[in-house]
């Protein structure tokens, strides 16, 4: 290999290292969860002052369905977020306060059922140490606590997906929408390339390329995601443009970025909310498919996708090990579905004759 | 809208019905009855994946080896009942042919057909019937492998010992690369008539004769090799062109069954040969619990059954299931396939034993080990850190995830059945907490920590894991080594990437390599350890070199089994566990669940498809059994038809009372 | 029209381009020739028989652009003798070589693969289809009751479960437990075949049902509020004609551009239930392509998928023109 090259590898290795070690460093995780609640708060506060946000503020708050379901997204948050935040423990690192919670919880061998006092084995029947309220996997790792611990998986995946392709996806499409002409062509190809590959291959490739891990998911799961938020937008935006007020701003001789800023940006914002929370159920579901496919979690990381995969082999064995797949589908059901009906509250609440 | 509703309701009902008959997923077999009336029996096999090529002198993987092995016979082949240790008998060849040494160093073994053997009847034979197989057919065989052409991975090994294989394919070369069959031929093969010829070899060599038990120096008929050339000619009706196969995919073989249907990466099919008579069951020699099966058999003609189905399952689960509805006759964990876990069948459950399956296990000629990369600076230069690692795994937890504790741990390099191998030994540095703590202090890091740092020592566990099942053993395994402080990450490859990894070198310590016997030598498995053998050409993926390990393989790789071959094994293997460039783990276990109408008769691991002609079936029980292993329950159907009718019904009680 | 197609032609070959060098980059980082060649040839091959092996295919020369000087035994000559500048001057022939693994043709391969997708999401698609607008219209038909809530809920929680569910579910009760259909395999020889895709084509249909219902039902509840319908109704046509002959067949322009633009893609089959159920189509082709890293296979896969994508597309935009004339395809 010729010098540059070999300097130019040196130089993305520092850079990559560097990076990974940031980005893997404890307080760094907590500030961007601070920073992700924070920027929430602000864009609540900031969006009240809309009319139309406040409308559908009151629409929302008066369906029924929509409230509980935003009521069990947040008890999924709070457990995520818990499982989140470290905080230091003696000399062996961290610990989560989930973690810390559970401490208590006893770690078996094997398999057992839920409420047993017996392990599963057919050869070797062992006490059990503890009580599992839905049993034990393979490894003896109490169920019900991976379950719980699994949400900060579910959650860092869509949330990091998100704030990669939201931004991306809106920008794009606001641009493409709004300049028309080679700007447009340019990021239609751009999309079409993308789309056009099947997005399995394309996941299962990146990640292999890439390497297992939960924000690599999220870097491959973003690629293929912004594309159609930015459709949608596109399509939104150039509805937006032909409308008199934007012609009557840019006869006024506002600048480019101020119409988009001030005007178009605010009234898709609407679309966003709604892509966002009903993409984000997607990338949960995309996550377990993944893991399926085996370019999911890596190994020691809880998530549902893995319980699920694991569940195959699970279910031809003798007794059935049921309680995994079980309590992994029910936990994301839980959050897809309320995900699901928040959106279509949201909606609803924006847009009511859409009901 | 709603009567089309009813209507297609009814019909979805009556489709389940009809097509739900049966779950029975196999073909149907050639023929009902033999034509003296009896049931005709069929063998329902599976194989772990599709094959790439049946050609005798080119196709090494264990996958053919199912295939290829029931259609063609070898020289010699292994004793069915024989294990403790191994032995080769006579097959193709009369007996087994023995060493003279030659004055000038060459070594001559004189080797003798047994006459009448036939191939099977093809179209490439005139008149469509097979021939005698004759010496020059062995002749022909070894010229092939001389053959550039033809890619064989064995020539570069044999050629090293068989005299003149070299020069044919040298002369190939210059005459552009295709061997003339004709003219060059390969000097250490000499025919002397129709069904004796001579071995010439240019060193003493004890292993050939288990070369002559591998399908690679099985006598092959030219008018096979040369009838299937893969290109266009008129066979089809009435003289339309068709292309022919290539001879890859078509052999011409001589064994107890004939290839008669093969749908690409789906299924094979084969049928008894009708003319076979080179083996019969043997009469003796089978342990005491298989006595009742075996006893009338003795003497047997061969094969016992008359067609084999073969089945390509690229994962193990859905063979499992189809075993329990009885669709499978057998089911087992297959050789070297790091990626196939049985974790399902730890012991048969007692409703599986009930129903008359027997789980046997034995084990596999192979060991399996974790490999440090000598290469690398952190692992490669601290032998103490190595042997603490040793120390702090413990392959029993492994074993009992993987095996349900049925395999047994490995001691040493060797496996049960190679000679050499010592029962009574035990690895100094096999699992011991303590051991590994005191270990990794004097390497330089107690507690598992880097005292420049404070922080544990990091290591890189490599591993194939594309499954569940796979990663929760590599978890395992990452809990393991961290017992002596150290922190372990693990990451996850595919099986491609892996082998590329090893080829590279590019890892620390590398899980899933080992090594599956050839052949009953201990010379198979040292020579995984000598320099010269470095990846990517060799199999030395630890790149362990060391000059007395070196000095003394060469010494003892052509020996007899004699007491001082012993003694220098002894050492040898010394060496090996004191340098630990490997963390031993075990011995693989084979499990084998068999139905009650197809019961094991012989626990021979370095007999895959060869054991096939030997395996008896009793269709009259399997035909009893089977429907009542899969009866039909008609309950959700009835409740799944209600549920739609109540649904519809409240649709059209609403309609009716809007609309009034 | 007549000109958007020809923009449409021209266009199409820059993005199967730009398809391919995204393919292209990302496997030429996954994984080396020489490694994919060890792999094939097994343990015991020579770097002799490797090497000859990469000639044949042509995997000896230079990945993307041979700018630096020759190297003593490299193969090759001109910038563009490259492997990806080869591989494209293939695909564009539609020759689509021969698979690194099996050495099968594949031309041969994809046509024996076809046929089982096909067979799965043919029946799955039109079967779907026409069960997800019968129960859309029934749900509008009983709308604003508590049926249609349920009917809504349902459907939601349909798509909340993740497809693998479903298929662990179905082939452990249907197929293991009930015994009416066989947990694995795949035959096409004759009417009895058709056992083996009942239960997977079922499948196929539950894991798409909930969306698409809830999508056809959104569409039809619109056409439902439009001034014709109360009209109509107002007319005193019942409620069944209504739904059967006004809403079915104006909420049909809306559904069958979105319906006809997957078509193209059918062909493809399915990844999770053809690696289930052993039904040897594309899709597991595929799926084993990956794990071996068959790149010949990919390569080509993702060549045919591109070109019917934008077959897909174009023809969606041709139906949408046609069905509305308001838009142009300017």
């Given at each position: ?52 946000w ?30 989140m935040?470290q ?46 309220l ?49 700007i ?35 870097i ?12 949608l ?30 005007h ?9 909310l ?11 579901l ?36 049921w ?5 992994a ?9 309320s ?17 | ?37 009896s049931?005709?029996?069929v ?9 790439r ?9 264990e ?13 010699l ?22 060493p003279?040494q ?29 021939r ?85 120096t ?16 008129a ?27 093969w ?19 043997p009469?003796g ?38 075993m ?36 046997s ?33 413990d ?9 349900g ?5 490995a ?31 004097e ?13 544990p ?13 796979e ?44 090594w ?16 010269k ?7 030395n ?5 060391n ?30 566990v004191e ?35 030997y ?5 009259v ?8 292993w ?31 | ?24 980059v ?26 000859d ?33 080869n ?46 607008v ?14 249609d ?21 179905g ?46 039902r ?14 109509a109704?107002?007319k005193?046509?019942?409620?069944v ?33 053809e ?13 084993s ?9 990919i390569r ?31």
């Open positions: 290999m010729d010098a540059s090259l070999w300097f130019q590898n040196r130089l993305i290795g520092a850079a990559d290292s560097l990076f990974r070690r940031v980005v893997e460093s404890l307080w760094f995780q907590d500030v961007l969860i601070l920073a992700a609640v924070g920027f929430i708060v602000w864009l609540v506060v900031h969006g009240s002052r809309s009319e139309r406040r409308q559908a503020w009151v629409r929302l708050r008066r369906d029924r369905s929509g409230v509980a379901a935003g009521v069990v997204i947040g008890l999924y948050l709070g457990i995520g977020v818990l499982e935040i905080i230091p423990r003696d000399q062996f690192g961290s610990i989560s306060i989930l973690g810390w919670l559970t401490r208590g919880v006893a770690q078996e061998t094997s398999y057992s059922a839920p409420w047993a006092s017996t392990s599963l084995s057919i050869t070797r029947v062992e006490k059990l140490r503890g009580w599992h839905l049993g034990t996997d393979a490894l003896g790792k109490d169920t019900f606590v991976q379950t719980l611990r699994a949400c900060r998986t579910a959650l860092l995946i869509g949330g990091i997906t998100s704030a990669i392709y939201v931004p991306l996806g809106t920008l794009f499409g606001i641009f493409a929408g709004y300049f028309r002409g080679w447009d062509d340019a990021i239609q190809y751009f999309y079409t390339v993308i789309y056009s590959i099947p997005e399995i291959l394309l996941l299962i490739s990146l990640l292999l390329v890439l390497g297992k891990s939960v924000t690599n998911m999220s491959a799961l973003a690629i293929t995601a912004w594309v159609s938020l930015c459709r937008i596109r399509g939104e935006t150039m509805r937006q443009a032909e409308r008199p007020y934007v012609a009557a701003a840019r006869a006024l001789g506002q600048s480019h970025w101020k119409i988009i800023t001030q178009l940006l605010p009234n898709v914002m609407h679309l966003v709604i892509s966002f929370v009903l993409g984000f159920s997607h990338l949960v995309a996550e377990a498919i993944l893991s399926y496919l085996g370019v999911g979690s890596p190994i020691g990381t809880p998530s549902w996708g893995s319980m699920i995969d694991g569940a195959r082999g699970e279910f031809s064995r003798d007794p059935l090990v309680w995994n797949l079980t309590s589908t029910a936990a994301l059901f839980g959050l897809v579905l995900l699901n009906i928040f959106g279509d509250s949201l909606r609803r609440a924006f847009d009511p004759k859409r009901g | 809208m709603l009567p089309l509703c009813r209507a297609t309701a009814l019909a979805a009902a009556g489709l389940l019905l009809f097509a739900g008959c049966n779950n029975n997923p196999q073909q149907k077999p050639l023929h009902e009855k033999r034509p003296d009336g049931p005709w029996t063998y329902y096999w599976t194989i772990p994946d599709e094959i090529s049946l050609d005798p002198q080119f196709m090494y993987e996958v053919s080896n199912r295939i290829l092995e029931p259609i063609q016979d070898t020289l082949e292994y004793e069915l009942m024989e294990t403790k240790p191994y032995r080769v008998g006579p097959c193709l060849l009369e007996k087994v042919p023995q003279v030659n004055s000038d160093g060459t070594v001559t073994y004189h080797c003798a057909l047994k006459p009448g053997v036939l191939y099977h009847d093809d179209p490439c034979f005139p008149g469509g019937e097979g005698e197989v004759v010496a020059s057919d062995v002749e022909y065989a070894f010229q092939r492998l001389s053959d550039p052409v033809v890619q064989s991975p064995f020539f570069s090994n044999l050629s090293d010992y068989v005299i003149g294989m070299q020069e044919a394919y040298d002369a190939a070369k210059k005459a552009g690369g295709k061997l003339n069959y004709d003219t060059m031929k390969v000097s250490g093969i000499e025919v002397l008539d129709a069904h004796h010829f001579d071995l010439k070899l240019s060193k003493p060599y004890p292993q050939i004769i288990y070369w002559m038990a591998l399908h690679c099985t006598p092959v008929a030219r008018e096979g090799v040369e009838f299937y050339d893969g290109l266009p000619h066979d089809g009706p009435k003289g339309r062109i068709k292309v022919r196969d290539k001879f890859a995919f078509h052999p011409v073989g001589n064994g107890a069954f004939q290839l008669v249907e749908v690409r990466g789906q299924r094979f099919r084969l049928v008894r040969n009708e003319r076979y008579h080179t083996k019969v069951f009469t020699g089978w342990p005491p619990e298989r006595e009742a099966v075996c006893r009338p058999l003795a003497g047997h003609a061969l094969p016992l059954a008359d067609e084999v189905q073969i089945t390509v399952f690229r994962e193990f689960l859905p063979q499992w299931l189809l329990r509805q009885g669709y499978l006759d057998n089911f087992d964990a297959y050789k070297d396939s790091v990626n196939s876990i049985v974790t399902s069948i730890k012991a048969l459950s007692p409703k599986w034993a009930a129903r008359g399956m027997k789980l296990t034995s084990t596999w000629v192979s060991t399996f080990y974790m490999s440090f990369n000598m290469q690398d600076p952190l692992v490669g230069g601290n032998r103490k850190l190595r042997q603490a690692i040793s120390c702090s795994y392959p029993r937890g492994f074993i009992d995830l993987l095996y504790g049925a395999a047994p741990v001691e040493q390099l060797l496996s049960p059945g190679i000679p050499g191998y010592d029962p009574n030994f035990k690895n100094p540095y096999g699992f011991n907490l303590e051991k590994a703590r005191r270990l990794i202090a390497a330089g890091y107690p507690d598992g920590r880097d005292p420049n740092t404070g922080r020592l990091e290591i890189t566990l490599d591993g194939v894991a594309t499954g569940a099942e990663r929760q053993l590599m978890e395992y395994m990452q809990r393991q080594i961290e017992q002596c402080g150290v922190k372990v990450n693990v990451i996850e490859n595919t099986f491609a990437r892996s082998d590329e990894k090893q080829d590279q070198g590019n890892f620390q310590l590398l899980t899933g390599t080992g599956g016997a050839d052949y009953p030598d201990p010379e198979n498995y040292f020579f995984l350890f000598y320099s053998n470095f990846p990517p050409a060799g199999k993926v630890s790149r362990y070199k000059a007395e390990f070196d000095a003394l393989f060469e010494k003892m790789a052509t020996m007899e089994n004699t007491p001082e071959r012993m003694k220098i094994i002894k050492r040898m293997n010394d060496i090996l340098d630990a460039p490997i963390v031993l783990e075990f011995n693989k276990a084979n499990f084998m669940v068999s139905q009650p109408w197809a019961p094991r008769i012989h626990s021979n691991m370095l007999l895959d498809g060869r054991a096939i002609k395996q008896p079936v009793d269709p029980m399997r035909a009893r059994l089977q429907p009542s899969n009866r039909q329950p008609m309950w959700p159907i009835y409740s799944a038809v209600a549920a739609l009718a109540a649904i519809l019904g409240y649709g059209i009680v609403l309609n009716r009372k809007r609309n009034v | 029209m007549f000109s958007y197609l020809i923009r449409r032609l021209l266009y199409t070959p820059l993005i199967i381009f730009g398809v391919m060098l995204l393919t292209f990302l496997f030429s980082v996954l994984q080396k020739p020489e490694t994919m060649a060890r792999t094939v040839l097994g343990k015991r091959a020579t770097p002799k028989t490797v090497q092996w990469l000639h044949t295919r042509g995997y000896d020369k230079p990945t993307f652009l041979a700018t630096g000087p020759k190297k003593p035994g490299q193969a090759g000559e001109g910038m563009f003798d490259t492997i990806f500048f591989e494209m001057r293939k695909l564009a022939t539609f020759n689509l070589g021969v698979s690194d693994v099996t050495g099968r043709e594949l031309k041969e391969v994809f046509q024996q693969g076809a046929i089982p997708s096909l067979l799965l999401t043919l029946p799955a698609y039109v079967a779907g289809f026409l069960m997800a019968g129960f859309a219209l029934f749900l509008v038909f009983v709308r604003k009751s508590a049926l809530t349920a009917g809504v809920f349902a459907c939601v929680g349909l798509m909340s479960v993740p497809p693998m569910v479903y298929i662990i579910f082939q452990a009760v249907i197929a293991l437990s009930f015994n009416y259909f066989p947990a694995f395999g795949y035959e096409m020889r004759s009417w009895s075949s058709i056992r083996f895709l009942l239960l997977p084509v079922a499948l196929m249909i539950v894991i798409n049902l909930g969306s698409e219902v809830r999508l056809y959104a569409v039809f509840l619109e056409e439902i509020g439009q001034d014709y319908v109360r009209t109704q107002a005193g046509v019942s409620s004609r209504l739904l059967l002959v006004h809403v079915l067949k104006n909420g049909m322009i809306a559904l069958i551009t979105y319906v006809v633009a997957q078509l193209p893609l059918l062909i493809l089959g399915s990844l999770l239930v690696n289930f159920f052993g039904i040897p189509g594309l899709g597991n082709l595929l799926t392509a990956i794990q071996t890293n068959d790149f010949a296979v080509a896969t993702t060549f045919l998928t591109a070109i019917l994508y934008i077959i897909g597309l174009t023809i969606t935009d041709i139906l949408y023109a046609v069905a509305d004339p308001r838009i142009r395809l300017s």
